[in-house]
């Protein structure tokens, strides 16, 4: 179980978080919604130590790791694997080699072993067969695939993933957001999936926070979603251009 309690931050006089609390349970897909700049990956970064809040704390499995220094971040982040917006690939570097790299990295094992464990992981979004290819032979949707399985190279049991399907076509996005879903259902991992793609979020989503000028609006499922009568929430998840929300 993730929690966020009470976490403020600011950059400069920007203040983006303004007391935000947060708890997301185990085997949860976790999506994290609101207008671009409102504070989403400010808000997960907490979570691996990219940044550190100005106030508030951070609990994983009950433990706090607010506080950890550089070092002491690095089992946490075998724990919490990011799958960043752009897939951030090594073009001169197989598919295969791609994912195997973090597993020679981390787990100090030879070349034929890493290949062999990330086939395996590249098997589970469905690109093993093409594992000898590069990243310039494919779009940004199968490339995104790749980005998933060397995330779950050392089998995290949590993911975050920032944008997921921004850019990439309605299939491949729907590819992608089927996958997110089985790694939950099949595996167990827990997955925050930082979005405002309304498809992906009301196709796949357990439960759902918006966030607007620092707080969370609304932190409920797909149908309190649906059902809500702020007028925030409507304007944001039909997409209307009009209505009270400040961007």
Known sequence: MIEFQDIYKSFGPKHVLRGVSLTVK?????FIIGSSGAGKSVMVKH???LLKPDK??????GVDITDLTEQEFYPI??????VFQNSTLFDSMSL???????IRKHRKVSLKVAREQAREKLALVGMDKVAHRYPADFGDGMRKKVAIARALTLDPEFVIFDEPTTGIDPISANMVDKLIRRLSDKFGVTSIVISHDLRSIFGIADRIAM???GHFLLDGTPEEYRNSD?????????????GPMQV
């Open 96 to 102: 295969l080699d791609n994912v195997a790299l973090p």
């Open 77 to 82: 982040r075998k724990r919490c694997a990011m």
């Open 230 to 242: 702020n007028p925030i929430v409507q304007q944001f998840i039909q997409g209307l251009p009009e």
């Open 56 to 61: 508030g704390r951070v609990l994983l499995d």
């Open 47 to 49: 979570l691996i130590g």
């Open 211 to 213: 966030i607007y000028q």
């Open 26 to 30: 185990a085997g949860e897909v976790f």
